[in-house]
């Protein structure tokens, strides 16, 4: 799997699973398919960028950065006005710097094709 | 009454090969054994040094002759001496025996090495050829941390008829009770190397390859060199092997051993979840 879709689903993925972590929050609980739809959206555009970056720097350090500093901007942008920064942003960077390394470490570079 | 200082003294001229002409000079003995006797000598035509082996026959030298690898010593020249015995040059290689250098070198280096020695092992194997005298002794690791196998004096050609011959300790039982050669042999002795350079506690997947290389039983080994240091590749890259069938705690164990980053983001996502629903829950 190419880096990118794998940044894709792994970020998809992890974010559902975030997103649905906030089932344990009773005073959200009402709201869980909302948060579940816009943790998983936030993942997967962490995803693919930190798996954008993989493919373009095969540096794994690169690919954390990326995914940490995307999964924190997007948790910030989705935690504002909620009140749960803390809960939204911690698990958002964790969760950025887990795709991106995963990305890095397990996805398959595209070749480029040279032409003469 | 002659001392055995001058009685050793007056054996060695004997036994120093006297060549026509003056290519080879200073010679100095390095070693003998059983199969011959060998010089380190300076080629004077090349400019170079050499190693020059002399013995009886001129079978070794026309079995590694044959043999052009990376990990076995090339022969340069073959003659006859004036007194009927037979010499060759080869390749002098400057360094240590796999004996010498395990003292000092880390594991993975060593399973290197064992490895490079089993790829030389099958490439004779291929070309019919068995060692038969495999040892730490026998394997050089050279000043580039090249390896070579080397003193093919017992080598035979698979299924000829053979003396009892080798090592005790490192060759097969059937071989040292006269069977005809058989690749499985040299596994055997390989598994034995193997363990000399295992340290005291080693990995159990490891033990368990050197236990199935040198099993009793011939049908229980490997089935060639190659299978053997495909194993061991195997481990290297931290895959499982053959040789040991893994418990789910050695699994998981080596998982986690393969995979360090990956595990230690998922447990600080658990850890930092579950300390946000503790604290957070009120």
């Known amino acids: ?116 | 009454m002659l001392s055995d200082r001058l009685l050793q003294h007056l054996q060695d001229v004997a036994e120093m090969p006297h060549f026509d002409g003056d290519r080879y000079v200073n010679l100095r003995r390095v070693g003998s054994g059983g199969m011959g006797t060998v010089f380190c000598a300076d080629d004077t035509l090349l400019n170079r040094k050499v190693a020059i082996k002399v013995q009886a026959a001129t079978e070794e030298a026309r079995i590694i002759a044959g043999l052009e690898h990376p990990g076995i010593v090339p022969v340069h020249d073959l003659g006859t001496l004036d007194d009927g015995r037979i010499w060759y040059a080869m390749k002098f290689v400057d360094g240590q025996t796999l004996a010498q250098f395990a003292q000092s070198a880390s594991l993975p280096r060593l399973l290197h090495i064992v490895r490079q020695t089993c790829d030389a092992v099958a490439f004779a194997h291929a070309r019919g050829v068995v060692h038969r005298d495999l040892k730490p002794q026998n394997i050089m690791v050279g000043s580039f941390g090249e390896t070579l196998v080397m003193d093919w004096g017992v080598a035979r050609t698979i299924g000829e008829d053979a003396e009892p011959s080798g090592t005790r300790g490192y060759s097969a039982p059937e071989q040292l009770a006269g069977a005809r050669p058989d690749p499985r042999a040299d596994v055997y002795a390989l598994g034995r190397v193997l363990a000399f350079v295992l340290p005291e506690h080693a990995p159990r997947a490891l033990e368990a390859i050197a236990s199935k290389a040198s099993a009793e039983n011939a049908a229980d080994r490997y089935s060639d060199a190659s299978a053997l240091s495909d194993d061991l590749a195997r481990w290297l890259d931290g895959l499982a092997v053959q040789a040991h069938r893994e418990t789910p705690i050695e699994l998981a164990a080596r998982w986690l051993a393969n995979n360090r980053t990956i595990a230690a983001l998922v447990g600080a996502y658990i850890v930092m979840r579950i300390v946000l629903f503790v604290f957070t829950r009120h």
């Open chain 1, 1 to 116: 799997m190419s880096k990118p879709l794998l940044g894709l689903v792994l970020g998809a993925i992890l974010g559902a699973i975030d997103g649905a972590t906030a089932w344990f929050t009773p005073a959200v609980r009402p709201m869980i398919l909302m948060i579940i739809i816009s943790s998983t959206i936030k993942g997967l555009i962490t995803g693919v960028l930190a798996g954008w970056i993989a493919n373009k720097t095969n540096s794994i350090a690169w690919a954390i950065v990326v995914g940490v500093a995307v999964g924190l901007v997007l948790s910030y942008i989705a935690a504002m006005g909620s009140g749960y920064y803390l809960q939204i942003m911690l698990p958002g960077t964790i969760l950025g710097a887990i795709a991106g390394f995963a990305s890095q470490r397990f996805g398959r570079t595209r070749s480029a094709t040279a032409h003469a």
